[in-house]
């Protein structure tokens, strides 16, 4: 597949920011997945290696000073993307009192509601009516802004989904639901299970237009969204997108993916989203080599140093098992 | 003071608070145009209009996600369940998201929200429409759940709901909604947690909350007569619990009949069978007797459903018991 970057509508910071954030999302993912591994973390921990550019490219768009953003529990990339801090983003995952949601949220409950990165959510679509809710507060108070609510292609046949797309276009609401199809729903490919094959089809079952992206390519994936976003700030009306991505880990760290093929992954990785951007950047001459090294260094540093902030946190003290519980 | 319907308390009680706070917002099937399933919202609609009385579709997750998201950004959303039967198919946001996205989120999240509607056994409905639930959220930390059974305890306590910064449930009843109370004018509130003594008594302490409350009242009034003194504690809110009032009823009776229409199986009047077993061992003259629901599905046959509930007889013979009087 074959692939176009719009490398000159844009300006070289833009563009390097993208660089540098979906590296940084690749780096503290293989670092998180190996921290996992020396046990340092536990429970559900969902990479999102692979995925890059549909967080970042999406996030691009948004305005966070007055834009939501809602997600699953493969929610790291998410809450890199939003600007939250990577080493209070690795202390929650290590359960740390530093943590974004003081250890007890985990991998799967990233908050911070400064930044608008309203979750973190664990149960596949139970998520998409809140930020139906979040986009209800914001037509109420006529606020210009959208809200972002991300799902993968296993919550497409949750009742919550279709549920919400028909509030959301009764209603007139501000945001883009975003199907991350990562062709995967835990170890069950969607083809299996779904008698539609083009997601975006499903928006117009509800009279909300839907879009297939390619999730691959960040600048796609930016542009599509910012349309997205637009429509939403100008009309208040909902929109739908289904960008098309691959996760190379499996679904969770205890998930070995031997429901897919070698040759398959192999082929996915030819179209690395990080690999695939760095190239055309090469070649509009917007980054060398040597530069885009300096930028992989300072995201595996910047991921050691989230990694040592974690490990040298305190852990909660038992006496915030009762705290929280109630406002 | 003006006696009105348990309907016009709660009433009274959004349009006060709707009036005082342009983020409090009422949602759910019929509420507007058709002014309500058990027209409690009749009204509200006319004078608030589409924008802050929102008729939803028959979406009951759907919605009460709606409702939850608004909350978290900063809404203080009334959600109306026709009736509790059809917020089974909401527990999911209920329990997973109301009730645990401060905890989960470090406290960053206030969600203050109320679910409100008739809950519990009603008349001919069978047993998908007739049904006490209350244990399914009284088990959930993060949630409070209010019960009142008169209209004046309606509608203070509607009003603290909403004004409360945690999801709280609301339990009211088809067969409560005619229930008439003086209410006095003007404003005032009930605090959420306290419970109430509805009557006064030396002889046992009978515990109870929402619609049971009138066969404790009957059963009381005959026990009168055969020279027993109950005293009746209105529970009013099931979580939290008031147990310093609980407590120093039974100390003062030193007998305890808990009544609750709900299942019997670990149910709210169980676990308060527990908690005065063990906190009240030595004052206790006779073990708590429960007078519940029977365990069974609520039939449609209307000799049969009346038996599945508690009645006055029921009560009685608890009482008796407990009074080692039979």
């Given amino acids: ?327 | 003071m003006p006696i009105i319907t348990y309907r016009d308390a709660l009433r009274e009680a959004m349009d006060e608070e709707m009036a005082r706070d342009e983020n409090v917002i009422l949602l759910g099937e019929e509420v507007a145009e058709y002014n309500g399933a058990y027209k409690v919202s009749q009204g509200l609609w006319d004078k608030y209009g589409s924008k802050r009385v929102i008729d939803t579709p028959i979406t009951e997750e759907g919605f009460t996600g709606v409702g939850i998201g608004a909350a978290m950004a900063g809404l203080r959303p009334i959600v109306e369940w026709m009736t509790f039967n059809f917020s089974i198919m909401a527990l999911d946001q209920v329990i997973n998201n109301a009730a645990k996205m401060r905890y989960m989120s470090g406290g960053q999240f206030k969600v203050p929200i109320v679910f409100r509607g008739p809950n519990g056994p009603a008349e001919y409905l069978a047993a998908q429409h007739s049904q006490a639930l209350q244990t399914l959220f009284v088990h959930i930390p993060g949630l409070k759940v209010v019960a009142p059974a008169t209209p004046y305890d309606a509608k203070g306590l509607l009003k603290s709901a909403i004004r409360d910064d945690n999801p709280v449930i609301f339990l009211e009843g088809e067969l409560m909604y005619q229930w008439k109370g003086e209410v006095p004018e003007g404003e005032y509130l009930i605090p959420i947690g306290k419970a109430d003594i509805k009557r006064e008594g030396k002889d046992v302490t009978i515990l109870t909350y929402s619609k049971p409350l009138r066969v404790v009242e009957e059963a009381a009034t005959e026990l009168e007569k055969q020279g027993i003194e109950a005293e009746i504690v209105d529970l009013r809110t099931i979580r939290p619990m008031d147990e310093e009032t609980i407590y120093r009823s039974v100390k003062k009776t030193n007998r305890c009949v808990v009544v609750d229409e709900s299942w019997p199986m670990v149910s709210v009047a169980s676990h308060v069978g527990w908690m005065v077993s063990r906190n009240c061992f030595d004052d206790l003259d006779a073990p708590v007797e429960l007078v519940t629901g029977e365990d069974v599905p609520m039939p449609y046959n209307h000799r049969l459903e009346l038996a599945a509930q508690p009645s006055v007889e029921k009560v009685i013979n608890a009482v008796q018991k407990v009074m080692y009087l039979t």
């Fill in chain 1, 1 to 327: 597949m074959s692939r176009t970057f719009a490398i000159d509508k844009y300006n070289r910071n833009f563009l390097i920011d993208l660089l540098k954030e979906m590296i940084l999302i690749r780096r503290f993912e293989e670092k998180a997945g190996q921290m996992y591994g020396l046990q340092k973390i536990g429970g559900f921990c969902h990479l999102y290696i692979g995925q890059e550019a549909v967080a970042v490219g999406s996030i691009a768009a948004l305005d966070l000073s007055q834009d939501y953003v809602l997600t699953t529990y493969r929610d790291h990339g998410h809450a890199l993307a939003c600007g939250m801090d990577p080493k209070v983003l690795m202390a929650e995952l290590y359960g740390k009192i530093t943590g974004c949601s003081k250890g007890k949220g985990g991998s799967m409950h990233l908050f911070d509601v400064e930044k608008h990165m309203y979750g973190g959510h664990g149960i596949v679509g139970s998520h998409i009516p809140l930020a139906t809710g979040v986009a209800l507060k914001m037509k109420y108070k006529g606020e210009t802004g959208v809200v972002a609510c991300y799902f993968g292609d296993g919550a497409i046949h949750q009742g919550s989904f279709h549920e919400s797309l028909n509030m959301a276009k009764v209603w007139d609401l501000p945001i883009v639901y975003i199907c991350e199809n990562n062709q995967y729903g835990m170890g069950t490919s969607y083809e299996r299970i779904s008698s539609v094959r083009d997601f975006y089809k499903m928006g117009s079952s509800y009279g909300i237009p839907g879009k297939q992206v390619d999730g691959m390519n960040v600048l796609e994936v930016y542009e599509e969204m910012m349309q997205a976003v637009r429509m939403a700030w100008e009309t208040g009306l909902p929109s739908f997108l289904e960008i098309k991505t691959y996760r190379y880990r499996g679904h969770s760290m205890s998930d070995p993916a031997k429901y897919r093929t070698r040759e398959e992954l192999d082929e996915y990785r030819r179209q690395d989203p990080i690999l695939l951007f760095k190239d055309a950047l090469i070649e509009y001459g917007i980054v060398n080599e040597d530069e885009y090294r300096a930028i992989d260094n300072e995201s595996k540093e910047v991921s050691n140093r989230a990694v040592e902030f974690a490990e040298m946190s305190e852990e909660p003290g038992l006496e915030a098992l009762y705290e929280d519980i109630l406002a």
